[in-house]
């Protein structure tokens, strides 16, 4: 049976399919803070109970929050309940709630470790957008110096290395922390262009008033002689999580070739070290992205388990 998912009750089984069937560690208030922060673009949420009542799978519909003709979905079922036509049957529900919402474009994500996934999405007319590649990192074999060297040169040479905390978590320098943002994401190699936010409210509420942004552990990079902000490095612990999590690094396209990348994101291997006290950091970058992947590999990451999006245009 498919039935309106019941927030009381479910997110606890969601939270544990995401971790287990999507190896995307979950809590359940993470969920639940999820679902209270998009709750208005949610378009379809539905989940499958096997005859006992147990949920054994879902579906999850959002509206892009720059492109409302666009949504993020996901369909999860269990292992043991596969190849029973459950998932087919959540995804019917997804495309059906889309064509009358006026989505033109679905999207999804999935660990690339998960060929099946990858089979479903096709055969239903998805096609690959990026590859997005895990990196993973263990501290105790980093020798940080060289890099810290490395920023302490640059700073010699009219750049100030910072944090939001140091600068003052305000309301301009959160202005000054999106555009550097928006531009760098936007010139990645691989992002199409692509901007992450609508707008600096939304960049607002979806970083900066969220449980996991730490003003410390936001990395930043200023030209001293004119004051602008040219390259960054942000990194956080979510809840319940053993490692770091290193989220962007980019270098405005004017300052690249400077070493910028390298010497912000040691400050951020840094505070990983020493203030968050994890041992082990990950980070993931589209696969067409050489030159930071190149940089995380003088650093000393291995690469391991990354995600794969697709996307569907929709009559």
Same mark, same amino acid.
């Given at each position: 049976?498919?039935?309106?998912l ?6 606890? !089984?969601l939270?544990?399919l995401?971790?287990?069937?999507m190896?995307?560690?979950?809590t ?20 499958a ?21 666009r ?19 959540l ?20 660990? &690339? ?30 020798d ?8 302490a ?15 003052g ?30 707008s ?23 030209e ?8 960054m ?18 270098? &405005? ?5 400077r ?8 400050k ?5 070290? &020493?203030v968050?006290g994890?041992? !082990? ?35």
């Amino acid at each position: 049976m498919i039935r309106y998912l019941d927030p009381a009750n479910d997110f606890s !089984t969601l939270a544990r399919l995401f971790t287990v069937e999507m190896q995307d560690p979950t809590t359940e208030n993470g969920l639940r803070e999820d679902y209270e922060t998009h709750k208005d673009r949610i378009l379809c949420l539905k989940v499958a109970t096997s005859k006992q009542g147990e949920v054994i799978g879902f579906n999850w519909l959002t509206r892009d929050r720059n492109d409302g003709q666009r949504a993020y979905f996901y369909v999860v079922v269990s292992h043991e309940h596969r190849h029973q036509g459950i998932g087919s049957q959540l995804y019917q529900k997804v495309e059906a709630v889309a064509l009358t919402s006026a989505i033109r474009e679905l999207r999804a994500t999935f660990p &690339d470790t998960l060929p099946e996934s990858r089979v479903f999405a096709e055969k239903r007319g998805f096609s690959l957008i990026s590859h997005s590649i895990g990196m993973q990192l263990e501290l105790e074999r980093l020798d940080l110096q060289p890099f810290l060297d490395l920023a302490a040169e640059l700073e010699s040479r009219g750049f100030e290395f910072t944090s939001m905390e140091a600068l003052g978590n305000t309301e301009a320098n959160q202005r000054n922390l999106y555009q550097l943002n928006d531009v760098t994401s936007s010139q990645t190699m691989g992002s199409e262009g692509e901007h992450s936010w609508s707008s600096f409210e939304d960049f607002q509420q979806s970083v900066c008033q969220s449980d996991w942004y730490k003003p410390a552990g936001q990395m930043v990079v200023i030209e001293k002689s004119t004051g602008k902000w040219v390259a960054m490095s942000a990194i956080t612990r979510f809840e319940g999580q053993a490692e770091a999590y290193n989220l962007f690094t980019g270098v &405005d396209e004017a300052f690249r070739g400077r070493k910028l990348a390298q010497a912000v994101k040691a400050k951020a291997l840094l505070f990983a070290r &020493d203030v968050l006290g994890v041992k !082990t950091v990950r980070t993931n970058h589209n696969a067409l992205n050489e030159p930071i992947i190149a940089i995380d590999r003088k650093f000393g990451y291995v690469q391991s388990p990354g995600e794969l999006y697709v996307r569907k245009y929709l009559a």
